[in-house]
């Protein structure tokens, strides 16, 4: 969980305080001179995002590059910028701040790219507010198998209930899903329990029941142990 600025400055030490304090500055500045570095050039909050982990902790590194993004009211071309050329770390950062800036739905390619990735702390992430938002039905389905796919639980995915409520089109796939782990004697995961959950839940105002909902019969045979979720993998780049 993204933390506020009165909780970094509760947590953070007297020098990562000032160093946040300058990071901030140099932000607001660039976002009241958003021409100032010149086309090619990055602008100095973006080298401070960078150092966040190094300087503030990785445990705060999240929230303080969230902060920066937000204060700097981070244009398309800069999140795009730091998401490309950044560590996993960096990456992540970016994609749990997106829905708190303006950017419509043009940073869309940013989660798609990230919903293809096989490292689990970028699917969560991914899944988040913006996703909610912007993704297409199709697609968001899509990101809902994937994390049942990679094992990211679906506490992950925002605004579940709202979106998987009376989906027709997600229960077939899911029932699909079962199907073809059933079929090779895998477990199927209780996540999609869940999210079958939410899907049967009809919205208010329709009438009758669509067979389309019912659970899949073989969704409940061979249901995953109980166990947590897998750690993410080890990461190979500086927080």
């Known amino acids: 969980m993204l933390k506020s600025r009165e909780e970094l400055d509760a947590e953070l030490g007297g020098a990562a305080r000032a160093w946040?304090?300058?990071?901030?500055?140099?932000a607001a500045h660039d976002a009241a001179t958003p021409d100032a570095p010149g086309p090619y050039a990055s602008p100095p909050w973006e080298l401070r995002y960078a150092a966040a982990g190094r300087t503030c902790g990785p445990e705060h590194a999240d929230s303080v590059r969230s902060l920066l993004l937000v204060e700097a009211r981070a244009p398309l071309s800069s999140v795009t910028r730091l998401y490309e050329q950044g560590t996993a770390a960096e990456r992540r950062a970016v994609l749990l701040t997106l829905h708190r800036l303006d950017l419509g739905s043009t940073a869309l390619p940013l989660v798609e790219d990230a919903l293809r990735a096989n490292d689990t702390r970028l699917v969560a992430a991914a899944v988040g507010p913006y996703a909610a938002d912007h993704l297409d039905p199709h697609a968001w389905r899509h990101a809902v198998l994937k994390c049942l796919f990679t094992e990211v639980p679906v506490t992950a995915v925002a605004r579940l209930d709202d979106r998987a409520r009376g989906d027709g089109e997600l229960a077939r796939m899911l029932g699909d899903f079962a199907a073809e782990r059933t079929a090779a004697g895998r477990p199927v995961p209780e996540d999609l329990r869940t999210v079958l959950g939410h899907v049967r839940r009809i919205r208010a105002g329709s009438a009758g029941h669509?067979?389309?909902?019912?659970a899949p019969a073989d969704a409940g045979a061979h249901r995953a142990p109980s166990t947590a979720a897998p750690a993410a993998p080890a990461p190979t780049e500086e927080s």
Do not use: G, K, S, V
């Not at 669509?210 to 019912?214: E, G, I, V, Y």
């Open 210 to 214: 669509d067979p389309a909902l019912t």
């Open 20 to 26: 946040l304090d300058e990071a901030l500055a140099e």
